[in-house]
């Protein structure tokens, strides 16, 4: 007798919890829906998930020390630069005073080499990581896409954003080492900073289109 009735406890409970589950499931479910319905309210909730997810990913990405990716992507570009025939000698960190996108100037340490006895310095911007983190941001932040499809998007975007840095980088190193500082500078400060955006804006573009096609 006491036996049955535990038994038939526990199936309550089950069944009860069960209940609790679908309940929130279908509240969740039908907020989405209320979200989709408005463009105002998927605005703003795509900010605020982008907001998170950059906060979240430069946070963990700030457990690895800025320099490994100085001097993963120095290495790199010197191995280009190398192929090329031109003279590369190592240098490895140096100290150096940084911009921040926000404009502001700190001291840190960058990483450095000489090509054809002209010093290059690969500073933070330099790595490419930081337009990685906001395209993955907000890939994760947009509605309507499946997980799937959110982790295709973020592989292709780090890939991308990789190869993409590198030959931008590639491009800036020669333009040093053959043009004047006029030009250098307005090629590394202007024209490179607009191509990044495009860049970011092309590939979120395309993948959306054809993510949400898809779907």
């Known amino acids: 007798m006491s036996l049955r009735k535990k038994t038939h406890s526990l199936g309550a409970g ?5 209940g609790i589950t679908d309940s ?3 509240y969740f479910q039908a907020q989405m829906k209320n979200i989709r319905a408005s463009q105002t309210k998927q605005f ?6 982008f907001a998170l997810f950059y906060l979240v990913i430069t946070g963990v990405v700030g457990v690895v020390p800025q320099q490994l ?4 992507t120095g290495l790199t570009l010197s191995s280009i630069l190398s192929a090329e025939g031109i003279n590369v000698k190592e ?3 140096v100290a150096c005073t940084e911009t921040s996108w926000a404009g502001i100037d700190v001291e840190s340490t960058c990483y450095s080499f000489l090509a054809n006895d002209k010093q290059i310095i690969i500073s933070w911007l330099c790595t490419g990581i930081l337009e990685i983190i906001v395209l993955v941001s907000a ?3 947009s509605f309507g896409i499946s997980l799937r499809k959110k982790l295709y998007g973020i592989v292709i975007a780090v890939i991308a954003g990789v190869i993409f840095n590198i030959i931008r980088l590639a491009v800036t190193a020669n333009l040093i080492l053959s043009q004047n500082v006029a030009t250098v500078e307005l090629a590394h400060d202007l024209m490179f900073r607009i191509i990044l955006f495009f860049y970011i804006l ?3 573009v395309i993948w ?3 993510s949400a096609k898809e779907e």
Not at 44 to 49: K, P, Q, S
Not at 69 to 72: N, S, Y
């Open 14 to 18: 089950k069944g009860h919890s069960a």
């Open 24 to 26: 929130v499931k279908n």
């Open 44 to 49: 703003a909730f795509f900010v605020l998930g």
């Open 69 to 72: 990716f100085k001097e993963a």
């Open 91 to 93: 240098i490895g960190a």
């Open 139 to 141: 890939m994760l932040a």
């Open 202 to 204: 092309g590939v979120y």
């Open 208 to 210: 959306f289109y054809y």
